[in-house]
């Protein structure tokens, strides 16, 4: 009875106490699972038991000594092949050996110097089917059309539902490429570990591969919706002995939920005596999820790398997309997005109504927008018809962004006053092509009659943002020019100033290429071009001679107006992590800029610090932008409250976050002592000095949109995350009319996905006019009274800026880079 007894003690006691695990790693030729005699055995390859790593011998095989919580043993999938979920077992009591079979990958995605591409997802949530199909296939068909050599998903799958569908929808079989998956906060749920279900599916939440030469670790969420049985300490002496099996100068690249740090360092570590610095390890990059934004931050070594869903936009109005990033031989990555939902779209967005501007040379600019989302464009030709004779045929246009290529029509004088067809082909690297023709009677002079008055040196036209223009443009529009930048334009609207129009850039890929931009606002030819940091993704605004915008890690510049030469720059004090997405805005010779404890009012011409906000702090990204009227300051936090700020001394005046009011990324339109503004599934009228609720109107859509609430006499206007414009009556705020734009060629709004006419922007009054741009590609007039179409350009680009009015102009810019000078006819 004793010995009984005994024998189920030890049976119950760790599987490491009794138990050395032994197996080996071979190429399974044959794909049945199982080691057979003549199958390749494999020398090197890293196997842990969660803790201890080791390499398998010249047989391919590996001896480990397990530890207390030994639950998986895994292998160190190495380059060149792959397993399909067979890099792992779980440790049994019944199972003697544990062999690790591998197979061949596709020898086209691993280039002979060892350079190679992947695609990063990140926070899918699956909680329902919405645009699943379309999604998936859109990852899924890049990745074999552009021959990656693996996805990666950076976690939030999300809780039990979630990860129980994700696994069988997205896998390395049906995805056609080795699919690897991290643990995020919403995957951590109730059980005997919060990762215990994850686990049962997905297998260890930490391991590692390679691929080409480098060395890719992904590590755990530390924390989440439930506590993980795991401990940061278990991760950290794992990764220990993992890279201590890696040669020196090897690169490494980790994935994890989270960013590990804000400093400038890479240290994983649980205490002062015992930690990792990943920059001794050459670590090429952080690449995470989390915090549902598109964002790259170059740190003292190596650079993070964080990506939104592919499904909706991102908590920040990030684009929805998934990421490409490509590693050279000695680990260098260089990223690309790409746009979910965007089949073969082409637009020539210099040639619409039958019109078409001439440069001073007399040539007719090309324009075209061009993408699609499986596959990049190889090359965009046009041919040209002259009352039906082809003159020009196949002729190659240039390359200005992800978006936009450009070129110049050369036309004789002969076809001056006759019809010109113009039809453009977009040629995509997997074979697929997309046409659109459109036709236009060849000018016979330049339009001359574009007129700039007053400025319009903040968004809307002022500080007050209340986007009424003092000059009355009356439908239909003429293109007078179109320029592009050389970058996209997110939800920077135009500033005109003395002149000038200008624009600020974004670089969603970190590759240098953001910029302030000042162009003649007759002409659209560029005056000069200013550098930044990193991309300026809201308002700029101008007075003092000088323009202002600040950058998402904080740079705010002065730069001059007129020569393009930077005056000063200040460091804000904020968050690495969300990005600074919001905009400034400028009162006289104040510019108010930051976010949070980074708030602060400075002198224009210096840079001199007036005050700094010390009252409340930043959150989720935003991008609404700060706004200023009668004494008082209004900022916002996504997910938190809104703000309002003494003008004079930055003291805190009220804070409101209840009825909704937290969920937004609108900016206020304040008249007077009254300010109107969009939050989640509302309408507000709220006291500017007070922040009390006067008004709320509960809406039957989502106004989750950085839309400013357009106030007329009688109205109040605005966009919407899936219906368009609306219009209320502005006394019984009652809808007076809707009008439903496209469906959105690129989703920003938060949650928000395909079908949706979605409108970021916000609407500007100009006479009878409401001026507007959608993110289906188009800018609109609409009749202010009853809402009918009166006048559309279609660009074939998102538009999430504001337009700008002055004189007898308007000016507007578009994702692919453009920005467009229309003028009105009348």
């Not at 080691?35 to 590996?62: I, P």
């Not at 951590?188 to 939440?205: A, H, Q, W």
Request: aromatic residues 10%; hydrophobic residues 35%; glycine residues 10%.
């Amino acid at each position: 009875m004793n010995r009984i007894f005994l024998f189920i003690i030890l049976c119950l006691l760790p599987l490491c106490l009794n138990a050395t695990f032994r197996g080996k790693v071979y190429v399974d030729s044959n794909r049945n699972g199982q080691y057979d005699k003549g199958e390749k055995v494999f020398k090197g390859v890293m196997v842990s038991d969660g803790l201890n790593v080791t390499k398998t011998a010249v047989d391919g095989t590996y001896s480990l000594p397990g530890h207390s919580k030994v639950e998986f043993l895994f292998i160190t999938t190495p380059s060149g092949y792959q397993t399909n979920y067979k890099h792992y077992y779980r440790v049994t009591n019944d199972r003697e050996g544990y062999d690790f079979g591998v197979f061949p990958l596709h020898s086209a995605v691993i280039a002979s110097d060892s350079s190679h591409s992947f695609v990063h997802i990140s926070d899918t949530e699956i909680s329902s089917k919405e645009g699943q199909n379309v999604w998936l296939a859109n990852v899924r068909d890049y990745a074999i059309n552009e021959k990656a050599a693996f996805i990666i998903h950076t976690g939030d799958l999300c809780y039990e539902a979630g990860m129980k569908a994700h696994l069988p929808m997205m896998n390395s079989e049906n995805m056609g490429v080795p699919v690897f998956y991290c643990i995020g906060n919403h995957d951590l749920v109730k059980g005997k570990s919060g990762e215990e279900l994850y686990e049962s599916i997905y297998g260890p939440v930490y391991y590692s591969f390679d691929v080409g030469n480098v060395h890719y670790i992904v590590t755990p969420m530390l924390g989440g919706d439930y506590r993980p049985g795991y401990t940061k300490e278990e991760v950290y002496r794992w990764l220990k002995n993992d890279l201590a099996q890696i040669p020196a100068g090897k690169p490494i690249v980790v994935f994890s939920h989270d960013l590990l740090t804000k400093d400038d360092k890479f240290i994983y570590g649980i205490n002062d005596r015992e930690f990792i610095d990943l920059d001794n390890y050459n670590l090429k990059a952080w690449i995470y999820g989390h915090w549902h934004i598109n964002h790259i931050r170059k740190h003292q070594s190596a650079v993070s790398i964080c990506t939104s869903t592919p499904i909706r936009g991102g908590i920040d109005h990030a684009a929805a997309a998934f990421r490409v990033i490509k590693v050279d031989r000695k680990g260098a990555l260089t990223s690309t997005l790409r746009y979910t939902y965007i089949n073969k779209q082409v637009q020539i967005a210099s040639i619409q109504n039958g019109e078409v501007p001439l440069l001073k040379n007399g040539n007719i600019p090309l324009s075209v927008n061009a993408y699609h989302t499986v596959s990049p464009a190889r090359e965009v030709v046009y041919s040209c018809w002259v009352d039906g004779q082809k003159i020009i045929n196949g002729r190659p246009l240039h390359q200005k962004t992800d978006f936009n290529w450009f070129g110049e029509i050369v036309l004789p004088d002969k076809c001056k006053g006759r019809q010109v067809a113009v039809e453009v082909e977009a040629r995509f690297t997997n074979g697929e092509v997309a046409e659109t023709r459109e036709t236009f009677v060849c000018p016979v002079t330049r339009i001359t009659t574009g007129k700039v008055k007053g400025g319009w040196n903040n968004l809307l036209g002022n500080p007050e943002h209340i986007g009424i223009s003092k000059d009355t443009l009356s439908a239909p529009f003429s293109l007078l020019w179109t320029q592009n930048v050389g970058s996209n334009i997110y939800m920077t609207s135009p500033v005109i100033y003395r002149g000038r129009v200008y624009i600020a850039s974004v670089d969603e890929n970190a590759s240098g290429k953001s910029a302030i931009v000042a162009m003649d606002a007759l002409t659209g030819v560029v005056c000069w071009k200013y550098p930044v940091s990193s991309s300026v993704k809201n308002s700029i605004a101008a007075s003092q001679g000088l323009v202002f915008a600040q950058d998402v890690d904080g740079h705010l510049y002065a730069v001059d107006a007129s020569t393009g030469q930077l005056i000063w720059e200040k460091q804000l004090d904020v968050m690495g992590v969300p990005a600074l997405n919001d905009g400034l805005v400028v009162s006289g010779d104040t510019v108010f800029a930051g976010s949070g404890e980074g708030l602060c009012a400075v002198e224009a011409s210096s840079g001199r610090e007036y005050w700094k906000n010390t009252s409340w702090k930043q959150g989720e990204g935003t991008t609404a932008t700060l706004s200023s009227g009668t004494g008082v300051l209004v900022g916002s936090v996504q997910w938190d409250a809104l703000y309002g700020n003494d003008i004079r001394t930055g003291k805190l005046l009220w804070r409101v976050e209840k009825e909704g009011v937290r969920n937004r990324a609108s900016s206020p339109a304040i008249h007077g002592g009254v300010m109107y503004l969009l939050s989640n599934s509302s309408l507000f009228v709220m006291s500017v000095h007070t922040g009390q609720i006067l008004a709320k109107k509960k809406l039957p859509y989502s106004v989750d949109v950085t839309s400013t609430p357009l106030v007329t006499e009688d109205a109040i206007i605005f966009g919407t995350a899936r219906n368009g414009m609306v219009a209320l009556d502005r006394e019984n705020l009652e809808r007076r009319w809707n009008y439903m734009t496209g469906d959105a060629l690129i989703y920003t709004s938060p949650y928000v996905c395909t079908p949706a006419s979605q409108i970021e922007s916000s609407p500007v009054k100009s006479g009878k006019l409401v001026l507007f741009g959608a993110s289906d590609g188009a800018f609109y007039a609409l009749d202010c009274a009853d809402g009918n179409l009166c006048w559309k350009h279609s660009v074939g680009a998102p538009v999430m800026s504001t337009v700008a009015v002055s004189g007898n102009m308007m000016f507007g810019a578009d994702y692919a880079g453009n920005v467009y000078g229309f003028v009105s006819k009348e």
